[in-house]
């Protein structure tokens, strides 16, 4: 868990270009700037690219915030 | 693009990871790069860690030239689009030198805001700055009809149909597929007519990708009134109607590279009406800025090529001719079929040269004699085998074909030589071989910028014409006098007004001509058309031939007429003619439209670029005398009714055309 919260936190520094930036569990994207409707299919399309998986359905559009993703992608991950 | 790092690269990337967390920059950007020599392409990752470290340090440069490294290092697209907001947040990048800036208008059928993002990052990679803007979601027709509308005020350039196969209105089956398609092509060329009208853009139209989902199956093909059927008509139909005045995305082609399952994934589609998956986006990006780039003249123009190893397998100084490989058997028919891969692009305009390290005697021999061989070597324009560094003999190369080293793609099997070239030379394009030579072929095919935006007899016809220049700078050491020179070439020109034959190669040498450019004004086809419609308007173009070749239409003039004064609106000539008094031939022509027209005096302008140093002395040679000077952009005149006509003394004028609608041969070619 620890290490795919430091991979997931590396996508948000590419996805928004900030080597700075800290993720947390209970974020959701009003906590993130310049997380729109173009930047959730930028992030959602890094994910499943670096992760090797594939969303399904709605999981593409919904996750309540970083917490339920990161279960997720644990649950999917192998 | 998967890369194995050798282990001194992973270990300069790990400790470069660790500076740059305890917040130690430089010395990260230090690790970084020790890291970056050790592979080429140098990975995207590593380009982007580069990218901020130098953004954070505030060397906005090397941050621009890392993110657009990106491009080089595959087609990732979540690593282009952060390099593409990278260099869009880098506050003064405009202070870079484009070669060429451009605007460019999205009018899409589908979500396109990614592909906007992208664009820049690929146009950057080759000197163009896009400015990009793109019609709202749904609104492309309306926008391209409505001449106020806003994508007609952002004034573009070029204006890209990015639509896709559900736009299309055929049914699934028609009784009347022949109405179907005509009526399809019709809403396609009504939409490129209302931009004709509308502004000077160039349409750029998406053709239509098959879907990977066929209900109809290997049936669909024998029906011409299936939509499958229609669409392969429509696709044909729409490169037939586009011929010069528009360019075609072959998006039925790339959606084949990349597999259709790939170009568009469903959920993406449903999600966000995604026609094209993102992950699509950077080839296409790719494919897009390459056409726009033949359009504004920055294709590549020379292919440059090693021998050993490269167009045959061994190393003919010490295989000899009998035993190096070339056709006979599997590993030799992959040299035979670069061989024809290349003769294609000769075919299409693009000059060959070798530069080799070699025996030039040993070099030569196997295009002289062997049995295989396709190239042979009156199809090299230049041909350079010697040992001296590749680096100097391509500066040669250029200098003897009069191109820019921005005109020339290098190709080595030798990672060492590649390289040495990259630093050395960093205009120059470099393509490495792969190490099996089966994927030569492919390999060449990749590089995409060989691209053209027209397709003329100059074209193909050009390393003939180059082979010429080549020879004569030879013949120039064995004459005396420059006099005696031009006499040697026995030179004839043909002068004609702009026509519709000569239009598309008119249209092309204003897009791309640089040096022996008196003003550079880069007229697009609409502006032309309006200047040959223009009764105060005297245009002409040159076509020369001499001893060697047939050098095609190499020059031209736009001048306009006001009362009793001629003003040159364009003035150019291609380069590979300069310095055989064309200049004198062109401006005898004018004269003789003068004397016609009764003008009395000759307006002259000089506009300054990075290129065109060579012609700023033109005008005073021929007797023209200064009149305004402003902010390095000069006004000539030249007082015909005092001076009299210019003289032409070295070549032969075959056919004046028609001067003032008359057919005059008036003027005589020498004294």
């Given at each position: 868990?620890?290490?795919?919260?430091?991979?997931?936190?590396?996508?948000?520094?590419?996805?928004?270009?900030?080597?700075?930036?800290?993720?947390?569990?209970?974020?959701?994207?009003?906590?993130?700037?310049?997380?729109?409707?173009?930047?959730?299919?930028?992030?959602?399309?890094?994910?499943?690219?670096?992760?090797?998986?594939?969303?399904?359905?709605?999981?593409?559009?919904?996750?309540?915030?970083?917490?339920?993703?990161?279960?997720?992608?644990?649950?999917?991950?192998? | 693009?998967?890369?194995?790092?050798?282990?001194?690269?992973?270990?300069?990337?790990?400790?470069?990871?660790?500076?740059?967390?305890?917040?130690?920059?430089?010395?990260?950007?230090?690790?970084?790069?020790?890291?970056?020599?050790?592979?080429?392409?140098?990975?995207?990752?590593?380009?982007?860690?580069?990218?901020?470290?130098?953004?954070?340090?505030?060397?906005?440069?090397?941050?621009?030239?890392?993110?657009?490294?990106?491009?080089?290092?595959?087609?990732?697209?979540?690593?282009?689009?952060?390099?593409?907001?990278?260099?869009?947040?880098?506050?003064?990048?405009?202070?870079?030198?484009?070669?060429?800036?451009?605007?460019?208008?999205?009018?899409?059928?589908?979500?396109?805001?990614?592909?906007?993002?992208?664009?820049?990052?690929?146009?950057?990679?080759?000197?163009?700055?896009?400015?990009?803007?793109?019609?709202?979601?749904?609104?492309?027709?309306?926008?391209?009809?409505?001449?106020?509308?806003?994508?007609?005020?952002?004034?573009?350039?070029?204006?890209?149909?990015?639509?896709?196969?559900?736009?299309?209105?055929?049914?699934?089956?028609?009784?009347?597929?022949?109405?179907?398609?005509?009526?399809?092509?019709?809403?396609?060329?009504?939409?490129?007519?209302?931009?004709?009208?509308?502004?000077?853009?160039?349409?750029?139209?998406?053709?239509?990708?098959?879907?990977?989902?066929?209900?109809?199956?290997?049936?669909?093909?024998?029906?011409?009134?299936?939509?499958?059927?229609?669409?392969?008509?429509?696709?044909?139909?729409?490169?037939?109607?586009?011929?010069?005045?528009?360019?075609?995305?072959?998006?039925?082609?790339?959606?084949?590279?990349?597999?259709?399952?790939?170009?568009?994934?469903?959920?993406?589609?449903?999600?966000?009406?995604?026609?094209?998956?993102?992950?699509?986006?950077?080839?296409?990006?790719?494919?897009?800025?390459?056409?726009?780039?033949?359009?504004?003249?920055?294709?590549?123009?020379?292919?440059?090529?090693?021998?050993?190893?490269?167009?045959?397998?061994?190393?003919?100084?010490?295989?000899?001719?009998?035993?190096?490989?070339?056709?006979?058997?599997?590993?030799?028919?992959?040299?035979?079929?670069?061989?024809?891969?290349?003769?294609?692009?000769?075919?299409?305009?693009?000059?060959?040269?070798?530069?080799?390290?070699?025996?030039?005697?040993?070099?030569?021999?196997?295009?002289?004699?062997?049995?295989?061989?396709?190239?042979?070597?009156?199809?090299?324009?230049?041909?350079?085998?010697?040992?001296?560094?590749?680096?100097?003999?391509?500066?040669?190369?250029?200098?003897?074909?009069g191109?820019?080293?921005?005109?020339?793609?290098?190709?080595?099997?030798?990672?060492?030589?590649?390289?040495?070239?990259?630093?050395?030379?960093?205009?120059?394009?470099?393509?490495?071989?792969?190490?099996?030579?089966?994927?030569?072929?492919?390999?060449?095919?990749?590089?995409?910028?060989?691209?053209?935006?027209?397709?003329?007899?100059e074209?193909?016809?050009?390393?003939?014409q180059y082979?010429a220049r080549?020879?004569a700078?030879?013949?120039?050491?064995?004459?005396?006098?420059?006099?005696?020179?031009w006499?040697?070439l026995?030179m004839?020109a043909?002068?004609?007004?702009?026509?519709?034959?000569?239009?598309?190669?008119?249209?092309?040498l204003?897009?791309?001509t640089?040096q022996f450019?008196?003003?550079?004004?880069?007229?697009?086809?609409?502006?032309?058309?309006?200047?040959?419609?223009?009764?105060?308007?005297?245009?002409?173009?040159l076509r020369l031939r001499d001893?060697f070749a047939d050098h095609g239409l190499v020059a031209l003039?736009?001048?306009?007429?006001?009362?009793?004064?001629?003003?040159?609106?364009?003035?150019l000539m291609s380069c590979r003619v300069i310095g055989r008094t064309v200049e004198d031939a062109m401006?005898?022509?004018?004269?003789?439209?003068?004397?016609?027209?009764?003008?009395?005096?000759?307006?002259?302008?000089?506009?300054?670029?990075?290129?065109?140093?060579?012609?700023?002395?033109?005008?005073?040679?021929?007797?023209?005398?200064?009149?305004?000077?402003?902010?390095?952009?000069?006004?000539?005149?030249?007082?015909?009714?005092?001076?009299?006509?210019?003289?032409?003394?070295f070549i032969?004028?075959?056919?004046?055309?028609?001067?003032?609608?008359?057919?005059?041969?008036?003027?005589?070619?020498?004294?």
């Amino acid at each position: 868990m620890e290490d795919l919260h430091g991979q997931l936190e590396q996508v948000f520094r590419d996805v928004f270009n900030n080597d700075a930036f800290t993720l947390k569990d209970e974020m959701t994207s009003r906590d993130v700037p310049g997380w729109d409707s173009i930047a959730h299919m930028n992030l959602m399309f890094t994910i499943e690219s670096r992760f090797g998986i594939q969303f399904v359905g709605n999981e593409l559009a919904d996750f309540k915030d970083i917490g339920e993703l990161k279960r997720y992608l644990a649950r999917t991950v192998e | 693009m998967k890369q194995s790092l050798s282990n001194e690269a992973s270990e300069a990337i790990e400790r470069g990871d660790r500076l740059k967390t305890a917040g130690e920059l430089d010395e990260a950007i230090c690790a970084y790069l020790v890291a970056a020599a050790h592979v080429y392409p140098v990975p995207a990752s590593l380009c982007l860690s580069l990218a901020r470290a130098y953004i954070r340090t505030n060397n906005v440069a090397e941050a621009i030239r890392w993110a657009s490294a990106v491009v080089d290092a595959g087609d990732d697209f979540s690593s282009w689009l952060s390099a593409a907001s990278l260099i869009e947040n880098a506050t003064n990048w405009k202070t870079e030198k484009p070669r060429r800036r451009s605007r460019v208008a999205i009018a899409g059928s589908f979500t396109t805001l990614q592909l906007r993002a992208i664009l820049p990052l690929a146009g950057f990679r080759h000197g163009i700055e896009f400015e990009v803007w793109e019609t709202p979601y749904g609104q492309y027709r309306q926008e391209l009809l409505n001449p106020q509308s806003a994508l007609y005020q952002s004034r573009p350039d070029f204006i890209i149909l990015a639509v896709h196969e559900g736009e299309l209105a055929l049914p699934f089956l028609s009784n009347d597929s022949e109405t179907e398609v005509t009526q399809e092509l019709d809403r396609w060329t009504n939409l490129w007519e209302a931009v004709a009208r509308h502004s000077k853009a160039r349409v750029i139209q998406f053709n239509f990708a098959l879907p990977a989902e066929a209900p109809l199956g290997h049936l669909a093909l024998r029906l011409p009134g299936s939509r499958y059927a229609m669409t392969q008509a429509v696709n044909t139909a729409l490169g037939m109607a586009a011929q010069t005045r528009v360019d075609i995305i072959d998006c039925e082609r790339l959606s084949a590279l990349v597999g259709k399952e790939r170009w568009c994934d469903p959920r993406y589609w449903h999600l966000s009406k995604q026609a094209v998956a993102l992950s699509a986006l950077p080839l296409l990006a790719r494919h897009i800025t390459a056409v726009i780039a033949a359009n504004l003249g920055l294709s590549r123009k020379v292919l440059v090529l090693d021998l050993d190893n490269t167009l045959w397998g061994g190393v003919i100084g010490e295989d000899g001719v009998n035993g190096i490989k070339l056709g006979g058997d599997q590993a030799g028919e992959a040299f035979v079929a670069f061989h024809e891969y290349i003769l294609h692009l000769k075919d299409k305009g693009v000059i060959l040269a070798i530069c080799s390290k070699n025996n030039e005697a040993d070099a030569k021999e196997p295009f002289e004699r062997h049995r295989e061989t396709r190239l042979k070597l009156d199809d090299f324009a230049v041909f350079v085998a010697n040992w001296e560094p590749k680096a100097d003999n391509l500066v040669r190369i250029a200098e003897t074909l009069g191109v820019g080293l921005d005109a020339i793609v290098f190709v080595d099997d030798n990672p060492v030589e590649c390289a040495a070239i990259r630093r050395a030379l960093p205009q120059v394009d470099v393509i490495a071989l792969p190490s099996d030579p089966a994927y030569y072929t492919r390999t060449l095919s990749q590089y995409l910028m060989f691209e053209m935006a027209t397709f003329t007899d100059e074209d193909a016809h050009r390393t003939e014409q180059y082979r010429a220049r080549t020879l004569a700078r030879r013949l120039e050491k064995s004459v005396s006098s420059l006099d005696e020179l031009w006499e040697s070439l026995e030179m004839t020109a043909t002068i004609e007004p702009f026509n519709e034959f000569n239009l598309p190669r008119v249209a092309q040498l204003i897009g791309k001509t640089n040096q022996f450019n008196l003003t550079t004004r880069r007229h697009g086809q609409a502006q032309i058309e309006a200047f040959v419609q223009n009764p105060d308007c005297i245009h002409f173009s040159l076509r020369l031939r001499d001893r060697f070749a047939d050098h095609g239409l190499v020059a031209l003039m736009i001048v306009l007429q006001q009362d009793s004064v001629f003003e040159i609106d364009t003035w150019l000539m291609s380069c590979r003619v300069i310095g055989r008094t064309v200049e004198d031939a062109m401006l005898a022509h004018l004269c003789a439209h003068a004397a016609q027209r009764g003008a009395t005096t000759i307006r002259g302008l000089y506009i300054p670029t990075a290129k065109n140093q060579l012609v700023k002395d033109v005008y005073s040679k021929f007797g023209f005398s200064i009149a305004k000077e402003v902010a390095g952009e000069q006004i000539w005149h030249y007082d015909f009714a005092a001076r009299g006509s210019i003289e032409n003394r070295f070549i032969k004028i075959a056919d004046q055309g028609e001067i003032n609608g008359r057919p005059s041969r008036a003027v005589r070619a020498g004294v």
